[in-house]
């Protein structure tokens, strides 16, 4: 069965320090990736995803994910973050041309102002 | 304005006393889909259904219907609701399944408590 890891469970920054967000899953067939964001208080909108082609993938308030096939990874990244990142994120997987969501377990992140 | 809305918000019950929650949207989307989200286990689907009538399975749909009678409406439905399914429940839609049309947009969630 499909799984998606999040590693970084809670992660504490303090403004303008880089970030990047761990996300691992296991699937041997063509899959399509996402990053979505729960702000406070706000419902989970979709940050940024992967389909096919580039690798790298930037997604809205300067985020960006690289999807490296040989490692099963697609880390997000952001090199300078803002008090208002706070939020969790969460890392999805769907096995292309299915609908089928696996989503990992989500990284809170607190950016200190 | 485009957007997914859920009905209740909030709802405490008692087990074994079935309950409904809505959801509908207005963006004349294709796909919806369930989810519930509890601690230290992110979301995880219930059920979803690729257009009107036809319904799948998710990952945990044990002790869940759905129905898909019309397009915009998608409601869940716990016919004898136990304390394990205590848990913040998400619905959401998108156009569809294809690169252009997954954005999946998601309704503001519905806590429900079981006793």
């Known amino acids: 069965a499909q799984s998606v890891s999040q590693h970084n469970h809670h992660v504490i920054l303090s403004e303008a320090a880089s970030l990047e967000l761990g996300c691992n899953y296991s699937y041997g067939g063509t899959v399509n990736l996402f990053w979505y964001v729960q702000y406070p208080g706000q419902h989970l909108q979709l940050l940024l995803k992967?389909?096919?082609?580039?690798?790298l993938v930037k997604g809205i308030k300067g985020f960006e994910a690289e999807f490296i096939k040989s490692k099963f990874s697609f880390n997000l990244r952001k090199p300078s973050v803002q008090w208002s990142d706070t939020a969790e994120y969460f890392c999805?997987?769907?096995?292309?041309?299915?609908?089928?969501?696996?989503f990992g377990t989500g990284t809170r992140l607190k950016v200190l102002a | 304005e485009a957007q997914v809305t859920q009905n209740p918000r909030y709802l405490i019950t008692v087990t074994g006393k079935k309950l409904t929650v809505t959801c509908s949207q207005n963006m004349n989307h294709e796909y919806m889909s369930w989810y519930r989200q509890d601690p230290g286990l992110g979301l995880r689907q219930i059920y979803y259904s690729m257009n009107v009538e036809v319904t799948d399975k998710g990952d945990v749909p044990e002790g869940y219907k759905v129905s898909r009678k019309e397009k915009r409406n998608f409601p869940l439905i716990l016919e004898s609701p136990s304390p394990n399914q205590t848990s913040l429940y998400f619905c959401a839609s998108a156009r569809g399944a294809g690169a252009s049309t997954d954005t999946q947009y998601f309704g503001p969630g519905t806590r429900l408590t079981v006793l």
């Open positions: 992967y389909f096919s082609g580039d690798p």
């Open positions: 999805a997987v769907k096995e292309s041309g299915t609908y089928k969501y696996i």
